[in-house]
């Protein structure tokens, strides 16, 4: 009788112990993730999906500025775009950051929205000339930084809403910078590129 309560016991104690590999590590928020209930994957997924949107959206961008640059007439506009290069093939490493910390091999998924922006703009550089191109480029330009202004605020308030706050400081450093250059290119079309354009156009009535 003894052998059979203590037989007992030990096959209480056995059940009750939890296998190492159940256990949750701290150290990897893929590791968090495997354990989160289905409805939290699903949102995990939706910030992943757009942290590959915005992979390619900067990546693409890295090509895409240097031809705004060649385009340009007004040397501040060209040197704002030349700053803000570099700036974007830092945001690409940046991203790449993130997801690392997610421990996932950084993705990159075309984006429509960014693509059609895109080519609305190389079609109205190719359409004008001079300031009015200036003008155009600039208007392009600034629905880039809309977009991503619009893509990483979101990406930041779903990486809070998971916890992962490392991951909300890396995003919300870039969209600082976007935000930045988004002001930087409506001063420049405020204070010369919008007025030489329209006096240009002007000159081109009169003609």
């Not at 150290?27 to 209930?37: A, E, I, K, T, V």
Request: charged residues 30%; contains cysteine.
């Amino acid at each position: 009788m003894k052998n059979s309560k203590s037989g007992s016991q030990n096959k209480r104690k056995s059940s009750n112990h939890k296998p190492e590999n159940n256990r949750v590590s701290n150290g990897h928020l893929s590791d968090r993730g495997n354990h989160m209930p289905a409805s939290q994957q699903a949102f995990q997924k939706l910030f992943e999906d757009g942290l590959k949107d915005i992979y390619w959206v900067e990546k693409t961008l890295t090509k895409t500025i240097p031809k705004m640059i060649k385009k340009t007439n007004n040397e501040e506009l060209s040197q704002a775009l030349q700053d803000h290069l570099q700036v974007t093939e830092q945001h690409v490493k940046n991203v790449e950051k993130v997801f690392s910390k997610l421990s996932k091999k950084p993705v990159a998924k075309k984006c429509a929205a960014m693509s059609g922006i895109l080519e609305e703009g190389e079609e109205h550089m190719s359409e004008h000339e001079g300031m009015i191109r200036d003008a155009t480029i600039i208007a392009s330009a600034q629905k880039v930084e809309h977009y991503e202004i619009s893509s990483y605020g979101t990406l930041c308030a779903y990486a809070k809403l998971l916890g992962m706050d490392d991951v909300a400081n890396i995003l919300h450093e870039i969209l600082e910078q976007e935000e930045e250059a988004d002001r930087t290119l409506s001063e420049i079309a405020e204070s010369t590129v919008n007025k030489e354009a329209l006096m240009m156009g002007e000159e081109s009535n009169g003609k």
